[in-house]
T-cell receptor, first 114, second 113 residues
Framework: IAGITQAPTSQILAAGRRMTLRCTQDMRHNAMYWYRQDLGLGLRLIHYSNTAGTTGKGEVPDGYSVSRANTDDFPLTLASAVPSQTSVYFC?????????????FGPGTRLTVL | AQSVTQLGSHVSVSEGALVLLRCNYSSSVPPYLFWYVQYPNQGLQLLLKYTSAATLVKGINGFEAEFKKSETSFHLTKPSAHMSDAAEYFCAVSDFGNEKLTFGTGTRLTIIP
């Protein structure tokens, strides 16, 4: 593994189902992030984690939850998916949370909720 | 709260022509500014960043950007476009001590052969 991996690559999900998007990084970065990308809206921050054991809410957190049990993994869970959560989801990480460090992005998960 | 505005959701230039992608920011404190590029079906990767050192920042693939505080701008340029530059470009801003990166809505660059 080099960098950030996300799974699955794509998923079609029935509304009301629970779904967990997985994200793993091997760079030992402290900070991790989840974004959703929608046409015409750019990337919007869902949740973030400055370090293992801590999480925070971003711009669009409703309907999503995260956990950060260790440095490497940062799963995103949709407890009960709705069609408006159809999007491309990107996980990212950075060495620190001071704002000036580059964020490294995974390849994304394309989620369709029907 | 900080924000960025990217003027032009789509820009087309001829191969060999100047590339100019516009970004204006709004921040209550001196910002950190970034340009990221996204190739089709891929994640984002960093082109360049401004962190209060030199105002003219050089990045990868021949791109550069100039921080102009008086104009609150951080426009991205490249003297001569290549076909491989076709992608979506995102400007982003963060503040010192703030882990949250705010992205613009993106500009899709098309290169005309």
């Amino acid at each position: 593994i080099a960098g950030i991996t996300q799974a699955p690559t794509s998923q079609i999900l029935a509304a009301g189902r629970r779904m967990t998007l997985r994200c793993t990084q091997d760079m030992r970065h402290n900070a991790m992030y989840w974004y959703r990308q929608d046409l015409g809206l750019g990337l919007r921050l869902i949740h973030y984690s400055n370090t293992a054991g801590t999480t925070g809410k971003g711009e669009v957190p409703d309907g999503y939850s995260v956990s950060r049990a260790n440095t490497d993994d940062f799963p995103l869970t949709l407890a009960s998916a709705v069609p408006s959560q159809t999007s491309v989801y990107f996980c990212a990480s950075s060495d620190s949370s001071g704002g000036m460090d580059e964020q490294f992005f995974g390849p994304g998960t394309r989620l369709t909720v029907l | 709260a900080q924000s960025v505005t990217q003027l032009g959701s789509h820009v087309s230039v001829s191969e060999g022509a100047l590339v100019l992608l516009r970004c204006n920011y709004s921040s209550s404190v001196p910002p950190y500014l970034f340009w990221y590029v996204q190739y089709p079906n891929q994640g984002l990767q960093l082109l360049l960043k401004y962190t209060s050192a030199a105002t003219l920042v050089k990045g990868i693939n021949g791109f550069e950007a100039e921080f102009k505080k008086s104009e609150t701008s951080f426009h991205l340029t490249k003297p001569s476009a290549h076909m491989s530059d076709a992608a979506e470009y995102f400007c982003a801003v963060s503040d010192f001590g703030n882990e949250k990166l705010t992205f613009g809505t993106g500009t899709r660059l098309t290169i005309i052969p």
